[in-house]
Structures are given as C-alpha cells and as structure tokens.
C-alpha cells in the first residue's frame, strides 16, 4: 500500500513569491492534516480536513494560507506572498476515522526555504 | 503553560542497552491520548506506540513501551535493546479536546545510538 505522497520535496522561492504544495493521501483515508514544522521544533497542526470539509483551521494564518480539499481526497496548501518566516517543513499527515485514537501517517514532507 | 515538554534535548545510549525518553503533559480533559513518533534524518515521521488516557495498562509495542503515569501526568517512552537504526528525533503528542480534535507535539529529543 502507498504512503502518503507530498510534492515537490524541496522548494526554494524568493520571498513575496507564491507556493503551493500538494498531498495524496493514504487511499480511504478521510481526514488529512498539513503541518508546519520549524527547524528544531515539534510539527503544529495548520489545519484538519474531515473528508472535503475544514474541521479546524485555527492556526493557519488566513491572511496568506488557503487550504483545498476537492473531492475530499488529495489537497493543496498554499502560501501567498510567501514570507522569510515561512521557511520550514510542510508534512501531510492522513488517518482513518475519528475519535482520536487512530494513527496518523505522514509524508516525507515539502522542505521550503524563502530567500 | 506547554502543553507537552520534553526536557531532553538529546541523549546517548550504547548498543543494546535501554533507554528513557521523558515526556509530561498538561490538559484539563478527563480524555486524551498520548502519542510518540520518531523522526529520521529522512524528515518522514512514524508512529511508535499509543497511549489513551482511560487504558489500564502500560501501551507496548515491540521494543518500545510507554510508562504512563497519569497522576503524575507523564507518559515515558521505553526503547529497551537500542540498535543503531534507533538514532532519530523522538516526539510526543498529545489529542485534546472534543473529538481529539487539538493535537500538541512536543519539541523532540534527539537520540544517539552509540556502537
């Protein structure tokens, strides 16, 4: 069975640029998370998708952040104008079911450096 | 408040030997559950164990185990036997909140497996 599938893998950008990531889930998967991880540090949840809807979206920075879930199977994080601190790890993450329990299986993740 | 600390930086274990990673957490919720993951230098992270905060017993998985210590609110991971394939990050998560909906991780603990 495939894993969770990110791309690109790297992207270097300039800043004020725009971004996008794309991820695949684990086939029958119904939720997917992306998160954001700073060098050095743990990931932070930017947002949850149940199926194609935005369950939790409350840490992602609305101004420059979007987020879709069509079909609520693959997804694009989108960052626009990027800025230098946006430079980090994006993982996507997807799981079966709800309640808590249930494991989450990430990507190898999008490393992005904004110059 | 953290919500999850880790306090160890990184550590170094030799061959064959068992080794602690400490992590402690603070939530208000009568439910949660406990998570760790190891991350390689390839960036990708996966799941170890799991640990509910109603579950009886210490969770276990293989080599690894959880000492779960709820008054004391703290959830140790166990590698016993260390290998060398061993040496990652290690991170502690935490699901809060209705429907497990708020996941916390920690900021990771760099292991070292000595030859």
């Known amino acids: 069975e495939a894993g969770v599938v990110q791309s690109p893998r790297y992207k270097i950008i300039e800043k004020k640029q725009p971004v996008a990531f794309w991820c695949n889930p684990i086939?029958?998967?119904?939720?997917l998370y992306w998160y954001r991880q700073n060098l050095g540090q743990g990931p932070e949840l930017l947002i949850r998708y149940e199926n194609e809807e935005a369950v939790d979206d409350s840490q992602l920075p609305k101004d420059r952040f979007s987020a879709e879930r069509l079909k609520g199977v693959d997804s694009t994080l989108k960052i626009q104008p990027a800025e230098l601190g946006d430079s980090a790890v994006y993982l996507c993450?997807?799981?079966f079911g709800q309640g808590g329990r249930e494991t989450q299986y990430f990507g190898p993740g999008t490393r992005l450096l904004v110059l | 408040a953290q919500k999850i600390t880790q306090t160890q930086p990184g550590m170094f274990v030799q061959e064959k030997e068992a080794v602690t990673l400490d992590c402690t957490y603070d939530t208000s919720d009568p439910s949660y559950g406990l998570f760790w993951y190891k991350q390689p230098s390839s960036g990708e992270m996966i799941f170890l164990i799991y640990q509910g905060s109603y579950d009886q017993q210490n969770a276990t998985e293989g080599r690894y185990s959880l000492n779960f210590q709820k008054a004391r609110k703290s959830a140790n991971l166990v590698i016993s036997a260390s290998q060398l394939g061993d040496s990652a990050m290690y991170f502690c998560a935490m699901r809060e909140g209705r429907g497990y909906q708020k996941v916390t991780f920690g900021t990771g603990t760099k292991l070292q497996v000595i030859p």
């Open positions: 086939s029958g998967h119904n939720t």
């Open positions: 993450a997807s799981s």
